[in-house]
């Protein structure tokens, strides 16, 4: 099969896949489903890549017996792994601490021989690479990449100290948006653990009717909270309390939303967001909206399996279409707080569609929202402020250094880019 190439610098060369790895292990993994069982071999499935690693949530296994038929796909750390089905080309080199999992039958194993797996993944990661795949897939069901088009596929190889230097900077990118994320999961977790404190556990109003001062609240803020609770139709709230309606404390811009078809979005290019029900689609040339907003999904992608709301936290310039409501707080509520509300509550009774979910705007006002007084509505929004305000400069970072991986590495792996040019743009990035 004949590829069309970028010509390499001198001294760069295009080596097939398979000569880079040990004879007759570019493969896949386990043909037999496994199951959400908590006992059995962990297989990496599709799923399970996210943003270049392996994340182990929602981990599926198989039983041992079955497993052993598939030992040249038994990981021991320093694999290559690529996604054969589905949402195809995601690559992740694998981890120490992956050993003795396994794959399934959508995911590629290739065990890298005379090449850094590091420098495989970053050349199988790039555009080209991207596109050389994608091209050859097959479409007629899934998106399915053939194993001989993957063995076959030419992989740029520098000379071994470029190499090196370029899976450094690379992977200095990689490492420095992996912490932008991980403080992120860690805010979201003490935002989430703050709320739970105030409006679940009611911790404050505890403390003070055990005659104690609740912890880790100054004179001002433990004062605002009641020493008792009262009954209400749902059961024990602080007292002065109550359950609203959504409605209440929610204000609602669906009326300002503009669906764009593919044809007339692949028009309209351009640097602002365009979302939908789950995630974001695209990129369009204009934009409907700007601030901080809660988008939770009206139609399709409504819950997650366990029943609680899909829900997106956008902020800045941005488009949104039909399948997402636009929220944000209001009467002292945070957009931060409402959204903390909502991933709690299990919204399965609120769903109609036997045929496609949808969470409708009247059905949505029926949902419960606890109601504090609105001096400690007030007072929690002001705690959270600084939290989500480094969520999203952590997040506007990540992506910007993300657009500036993705921009080097075309042209560093195909030598258009020198080396000290890249490193200068990187600094500049990162001062």
């Not at 003795?100 to 690479?129: K, T």
Request: contains cysteine; proline residues 6%; aromatic residues 8%.
């Amino acid at each position: 099969m004949s590829f069309d190439l970028p010509v390499l610098p001198q001294g760069w060369s295009y080596v097939p896949l398979e000569q880079l790895a040990h004879k007759n292990s570019v493969t896949y993994g386990v043909v037999q489903p496994g199951s959400h069982v908590g006992h059995g071999i962990p297989i990496v499935r599709v799923n399970n890549f996210k943003d270049g690693r392996i994340e182990l949530t929602e981990l599926m296994r198989i039983e041992p017996e079955i497993e052993s038929k598939y030992g040249r796909t038994r990981l021991q750390g320093g694999e290559v792994l690529l996604t054969l089905v589905g949402s195809v080309g995601q690559v992740a080199v694998v981890p120490e601490t992956l050993k003795g999992f396994n794959v399934a039958r959508a995911v590629a194993v290739i065990h890298p021989q005379e090449v850094d797996p590091n420098w495989l993944a970053i050349c199988l990661r790039s555009p080209l690479s991207q596109h050389l795949l994608i091209s050859r897939a097959n479409t007629t069901v899934q998106t399915t990449i053939n194993l001989k088009d993957l063995r076959a596929l030419p992989v740029p190889i520098a000379p071994q100290h470029e190499r090196e230097r370029i899976i450094q900077l690379i992977g200095s990118l990689d490492d420095r948006i992996t912490l932008l994320r991980e403080t992120n999961v860690t805010l979201e977790s003490i935002g989430q653990a703050l709320f739970k404190s105030w409006f679940v556990d009611f911790d404050p109003v505890r403390a003070k009717a055990e005659g104690f001062e609740p912890e880790g609240l100054d004179a001002a803020t433990a004062a605002l909270f009641p020493e008792s609770f009262e009954e209400c139709e749902l059961g024990l709230v602080p007292k002065g309390w109550s359950y609203v309606s959504l409605k209440e404390v929610t204000s609602i811009f669906d009326s300002q939303r503009v669906p764009l078809a593919g044809q007339e979005r692949a028009k309209r290019k351009g640097n602002y967001p365009y979302y939908g029900a789950a995630a974001l689609m695209d990129w369009v040339d204009g934009y409907l909206f700007d601030g901080i907003y809660l988008l939770s999904g009206e139609d399709g992608s409504v819950a997650d399996p366990l029943g609680y709301p899909i829900t997106q936290y956008v902020w800045g310039r941005l488009w949104v279409n039909n399948h997402a409501h636009v929220l944000q707080g209001k009467n002292g509520v945070s957009t931060e707080h409402l959204m903390l509300s909502l991933k709690q509550t299990n919204i399965t009774p609120f769903i109609t569609g036997a045929v496609q979910a949808k969470l409708s705007q009247s059905n949505m006002w029926r949902i419960n929202f606890l109601m504090p007084s609105r001096e400690i509505a007030l007072a929690f929004g002001e705690l959270l402020k600084p939290l989500y305000a480094s969520l999203r400069h952590n997040t506007e970072q990540a992506q910007t250094l993300t657009q500036l991986r993705d921009t080097l590495l075309p042209r560093l792996i195909s030598g258009q880019l020198r080396l000290p040019e890249a490193e200068v743009m990187v600094e500049e990035i990162c001062a």
